[in-house]
Structure formats: structure tokens, C-alpha cells
């Protein structure tokens, strides 16, 4: 029997090995940029070439990303369909293209000048 969309039935993308094995990257991805920042401030900071001077902006971008583990794990564990992982799919696909476009428009912001620095604010100095 097919569905509407010309699909079998019963036939479920979430039971499928492409579908586990990008479980299985989204896991990795979180334990790296999700709780790697949690437990490990300055040795996290170290291994990507910042200062981790304020560790509680490390903190709060690795709580932000850890649920790339613990959705990902529970549906690997549980092995769940589509029906039960589709809302935090949606709810990952929705986060990953905001920070990614806020990240890009920030950029393109700097490699403009428009800002001046990173910041926001200009340095100026008296003149003599």
C-alpha cells in the first residue's frame, strides 16, 4: 500500500540509518559547542583561540545548544518516529538558521565598517 505521497505505508524516516547516523552528528555537535562550554570554560576557550576571560557568556551559549544532546540521545535511545521528534527537528532547524543568519548579518556588518568594531562603538580619540 502507498500513500498520498507516494511513500509506503507505515514507512517511517526517523527508523532509517540516515536518519540515526544524523542523530548520532547532532549528538557529537552538542557534546563539542553544547556542554564542552558548561564543564570546561577556559579549556574550551583555549582550544579555539579565545581568551575565556567572561565565563558566563560561555556558559550561557553552551546552555543554549544543549539540547543538540538530549533530544538527539532520547530519540536514539527510545527509538522514536517522526511523529515524536518532529517538533524539536523543527525547533533545531529553526535555531540553527537564526544563528546562522544573525552570525552572517553581523559579519557582513564588520567586513563593511559599518559598526567599526565588533562592539559597536568607535574609538575616538582627542585631537591634539
Given at each position: ?58 556558559r550561557l ?68
Amino acid at each position: 500500500m502507498t500513500t498520498r505521497l507516494g511513500g509506503r505505508a507505515g514507512w517511517d524516516q526517523a527508523l532509517t540509518l540516515p536518519f540515526r547516523l544524523t542523530l548520532i552528528g547532532q549528538a557529537a555537535a552538542g557534546l563539542v559547542f553544547g556542554v564542552a562550554p558548561i564543564v570546561a570554560v577556559a579549556t574550551y576557550a583555549n582550544a579555539l583561540g579565545f581568551s575565556g576571560i567572561d565565563p558566563l557568556v560561555y556558559r550561557l551559549g553552551g546552555a543554549a545548544t544543549a539540547g543538540y544532546v538530549t533530544v538527539p540521545l532520547l530519540a536514539l535511545a527510545w527509538r522514536s518516529g517522526w511523529r515524536q521528534v518532529r517538533i524539536a527537528a523543527l525547533a533545531t532547524v529553526t535555531y540553527t538558521v537564526g544563528a546562522f543568519a544573525a552570525g552572517a548579518g553581523r559579519k557582513a556588518t564588520w567586513s563593511t565598517g559599518l559598526t567599526g568594531s565588533p562592539c559597536g562603538s568607535r574609538v575616538r580619540t582627542r585631537p591634539r
